[in-house]
C-alpha cells in the first residue's frame, strides 16, 4: 500500500469567478460555454474603458503641466525685464545724482534728497518718511 488517493483540485477562472474541476474536459467544456465567453468579452470591454480613461487624464495632465510649464516661462521673463529696469533705473540714477555707498547699511544714500537706495528690490528708503518708496520705470510713489 505505497500509493494513496490524490485528489485533482479545482481550477479557477477569473473571469467567471468560480471553480471548475482541474480535467481537461471540464476546462474545455467551460472555455467553450455561452457564460464564460461573454465574461471574457465584458472583462476586454472593461479593459478598454480603464485604458481609456487613464489616456484621457495623462493627457489631462500633459496639458496641465504643459500650461504650468508655460506660465512660470512668461513669469521668468516678466522677472528678467523687471531686473533690467531695475539695473537701468540704478544706472540712470547714477548719472544725474550722486549716490554713495553706505557699507553698514548696503544700500546707496543720496544727500540731495535724502534717500536710502536698495538696488536688491529696487526700493527707495527714508527716514522722514518711515516707509519705503518705490521707482519702477522712472518715476518715485510713496507705498501706503
Known amino acids: 500500500m505505497t500509493e494513496y488517493w ?6 479557477w477562472c477569473d473571469f467567471c469567478k468560480i471553480y471548475i474541476s482541474n480535467n481537461p474536459s471540464s476546462i474545455r467544456n467551460h472555455d467553450l460555454g455561452q457564460r464564460h465567453k461573454e465574461n471574457v468579452q465584458k472583462k476586454l470591454a472593461d479593459m478598454r474603458k480603464e485604458n481609456a480613461a487613464k489616456e484621457k487624464e495623462h493627457k489631462e495632465t500633459a496639458r496641465a503641466l504643459e500650461q504650468i510649464e508655460a506660465k512660470a516661462k512668461r513669469s521668468y521673463q516678466k522677472d528678467l525685464a523687471n ?5 537701468s533705473n540704478a544706472v540712470a540714477l547714477n548719472d544725474h545724482e550722486k549716490w554713495d555707498y ?7 544714500y543720496n544727500e540731495s534728497n535724502g534717500l536710502y537706495y536698495d538696488p536688491k528690490s529696487g526700493f527707495y528708503y527714508s527716514d522722514a518718511i518711515g516707509r519705503g518708496v518705490c521707482c519702477h520705470s522712472g ?3 510713496f507705498q501706503t
Request: proline content about 0%; charged content about 25%; overall charge positive.
Open 6 to 11: 490524490v485528489s485533482q483540485g479545482n481550477k
Open 83 to 87: 531686473q533690467e529696469a531695475r539695473n
Open 102 to 108: 553706505d557699507g553698514t547699511s548696503g544700500y546707496y
Open 139 to 141: 518715476f518715485i510713489r
